[in-house]
């Protein structure tokens, strides 16, 4: 989350001069330099406990993955001037839901298409790797995207149809290179399917959960069963405390309608 805070906070801070000003305002910025300084404020922050080594890997792949995506190229492929418009970068809104319970999203990055006028939201990832398949399949990691163009949405009265929403995964490392047959990159880009039918599903799923799980007054439900849910190959449980103090067997349980 250090590496990630720092990572965002650089390139929000490129991105909103180049957008805002000019590319020769944002390119005066010095980039490494906040990169570095955030990171070493984070992990001194949150009391991290690390090697040398581990700072130093780091802080070069932070820099390999900045010095790539703010390339000139790079920025012009994906961010062109003349056809942006700067909304807001870790836009805020909150969204009430039910009662005290509020959805509180962040949004990155909020663009706006000059001659469309629709609205572009991209949601930073930093990750180890790219996405696999799975990852591109897992309804909670996609869930994200599609209730942030729901509640923008209806925040901001536009239709679904002229939001479009994005990932971009900012990947530490690359494979292998005797193992692959590609050029690799630091950036993908994946875009979720998000059409009103996926967006109504994970909209009716998230409000089934927040009334499961809290009252009107916005307090934890306690009574209520939590059924464990450690997903293939336990990919839910990586960095569950539970898992990792064994407070946790990491056995699936049934599902809450199937146990009704
Ligand atoms: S360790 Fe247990 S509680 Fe944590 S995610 Fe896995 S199954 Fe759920």
């Known amino acids: 989350m250090s590496f990630g805070t720092a990572v965002h906070e650089a390139i929000q801070a490129y991105l909103s001069a180049y957008l805002n000003v000019s590319e020769e305002e944002a390119n005066k910025i010095d980039i490494i330099g906040m990169f570095t300084t955030a990171f070493k404020r984070e992990v001194t922050k949150k009391n991290i ?3 040398p080594e581990e700072f130093n890997e780091f802080t070069e792949d932070g820099k390999a993955i900045l010095t790539e995506f703010l390339s000139p190229a790079n920025v012009k492929y994906h961010f062109p001037r003349d056809k942006w418009t700067l909304i807001g970068i870790e836009k805020k809104f909150i969204l009430p839901l039910n009662g005290n319970v509020n959805l509180d999203a962040r949004l990155d990055l ?3 298409e000059k001659l469309s006028g629709d609205i572009r939201i991209v949601d ?3 990750a180890t790797n790219g996405w696999n398949a799975y ?3 897992d309804f909670t990691k996609i869930s994200q995207l599609l209730l ?3 509640a923008y949405s209806k925040a901001e009265n536009i239709p679904l149809g002229k939001i479009h929403v994005e990932f971009i995964i900012l990947k530490r490392k690359f494979y292998d290179e005797s193992k692959t047959n590609y050029e690799q990159t630091h950036i993908q ?3 979720p399917a998000a059409f009103q039918d996926n967006i109504l599903q994970v909209v009716k799923e998230f409000r089934h959960f927040v009334e499961y799980s809290f009252t009107a007054d ?3 439900k306690s009574d209520a069963r939590y059924p464990k849910i450690p997903g293939k190959n336990q990919g839910n449980c990586r960095f569950c405390i539970y898992g990792k103090n064994r ?3 990491k056995v699936a349980e049934p599902p809450i309608e199937s146990a009704a």
Do not use: I, S
């Open 189 to 191: 880009v994946f875009k």
């Open 124 to 126: 930073l990832k930093t």
């Open 110 to 112: 909020v663009l706006q």
């Open 148 to 150: 942030y163009k729901a």
């Open 49 to 51: 406990k690390y090697t």
């Open 247 to 249: 407070k946790c067997d």
């Open 135 to 137: 990852q591109k399949e």
């Open 218 to 220: 916005g307090l934890h």
